[in-house]
């Protein structure tokens, strides 16, 4: 297995309403435009995932801005091929009406793309340690924290990374809870997260308060996201709103500092990377369980640094995070990152605090560890059927009239 990459890498600041159909065909773009500076016009042919909800993704608008100002066709592909991904792109270039360029790109989630036909800037891969085993063995004999070890690889500079990271992550909370009106779309979904967070004031009872509020902070960021404002991938656009309510939420609640909430991201960051590494973060290739369930999994972690756990508690509430996930599909309706996206993302941020509180006292009688469940998750997601994989064939998508 290859060295882990930085956690810039897995923590993308940008566009929603989707890391793999908006940020990763946006760079692919932006790279082929640079690669063919004399051409005058572009086309982009779109399969699998990102020609089956590209329209609901948005993912033509993306290929177009990142080619302005010169004209590109877009073709959404709905013939079936033998793909090698299920986001594939070809991008051709033309001069004068003469192709003189074309490559072929994968949107493999997050935001990353991989191209043998693309220059993709080479990526610092600080990290040595790929499972999560090797990294317990390594932060324990040493006495140091998930953070301390990633300070160590990535060097003093990757605390004012994180502090931007937080910092976005926070913003997007706040213009999630003041904003109103309807999402863009045809499902014409209402905003609720200013009504969740306004309603708090009725709540008497500790838990419906703690679940109203990490509910609202989640809706506000998975609701810009399906705005296409700014969030931050984690890992995903699609959810994005997991983490960051998790860790805002306890903040409020219990004060912690922004340094801590850095060494929290860091923590979360780990294993996010450990999945995105051993398995996937791509709904297009394992289901909402890579997404949503891989989010839930670094919130939990990242919780875990905040109450000062110990590393096998911290494995342990990531790993209930992911098994409790398994075999969720991603079927989102119309191919918009509204239905059952939003709702998703506050579940998962709710069943993060809990799984913590379940590791907190039963670590010492775990059967799985973080790296079978990650195995396992990888399997599952290539055992679902294609429609289940955000095609918009299936679920929710298929029956939803």
Same mark, same amino acid.
């Given at each position: 297995m290859n060295d882990m990459p930085s956690l810039r890498e897995l923590y993308r600041i940008g566009y929603g309403p989707s890391s793999s159909h908006t940020i990763g065909p946006g760079r692919a773009c932006t790279l082929?435009?640079?690669?063919? +500076?004399?051409? &005058?016009?572009? =086309?982009? $042919?779109?399969?699998?995932? !990102?020609? +089956?909800t590209g329209k609901g993704h948005r993912t033509d608008e993306a290929i177009q801005k990142s080619f302005?100002?010169? +004209? *590109?066709?877009? &073709?959404? @592909?709905d013939s079936e091929q033998d793909l090698e991904h299920p986001n594939t792109m070809k991008l051709y270039a033309y001069q004068n009406g003469v192709q003189v360029d074309c490559c072929t790109a994968f949107s493999v989630g997050g935001g990353e793309i991989k191209s043998r036909d693309l220059r993709i800037p080479e990526v610092k891969r600080p990290y040595e340690l790929t499972t999560f085993? $090797? !990294?317990?063995? /390594? @932060?324990?004999? =040493?006495?140091i924290r998930i953070w301390q070890y990633v300070e160590q690889a990535e060097g003093q500079e990757i605390w004012e990374y994180l502090s931007l990271v937080w910092d976005t992550m926070k913003e997007s909370i706040r213009s999630g809870l003041e904003a109103e009106g309807t999402l863009p779309g045809r499902l014409q979904v209402q905003r609720r997260a200013k009504e969740l967070y306004r309603q708090r004031k009725k709540v008497e009872s500790p838990q419906t308060y703690e679940n109203r509020m990490v509910s609202a902070y989640a809706f506000a960021v998975s609701e810009q996201n399906a705005a296409g404002e700014m969030v931050v991938t984690a890992p995903t656009c699609g959810s994005a709103g997991v983490l960051p309510a998790a860790l805002w /939420?306890?903040?409020? +609640?219990e004060g912690f500092s922004d340094r801590q909430i850095y060494h929290a991201l860091a923590t979360a960051g780990i294993i996010g990377n450990l999945i995105k590494t051993n398995a996937s973060v791509s709904g297009a290739e @394992?289901? @909402?369980?890579?997404?949503?369930?891989? %989010? *839930?999994?670094? %919130? %939990? %972690?990242g919780l875990g640094e905040l109450f000062s756990m110990e590393i096998p508690q911290i494995e342990y509430g990531a790993e209930i995070a992911m098994e409790h996930h398994l075999g969720l599909t991603c079927d989102p309706i119309f191919g918009l990152v509204q239905i059952p996206c939003i709702e998703r993302n506050a579940v998962a941020a709710m069943r993060a605090v809990n799984a913590v509180s379940l590791a907190n006292f039963l670590t010492d009688s775990r059967k799985i560890s973080f790296d079978l469940v990650v195995q396992t998750m990888y399997e599952t997601g290539k055992d679902l059927a294609k429609q289940y994989r955000e095609t918009g064939e299936g679920g929710l998508a298929k !029956? /939803? $009239?």
């Open positions: 082929f435009k640079e690669k063919n +500076k004399e051409a &005058d016009f572009f =086309r982009v $042919q779109l399969f699998g995932s !990102l020609s +089956k302005f100002p010169i +004209k *590109c066709s877009v &073709d959404f @592909c085993s $090797q !990294l317990a063995e /390594y @932060c324990q004999s =040493r006495q /939420y306890e903040q409020q +609640k @394992c289901g @909402c369980q890579a997404e949503i369930g891989s %989010a *839930c999994s670094m %919130a %939990a %972690a !029956l /939803y $009239q």
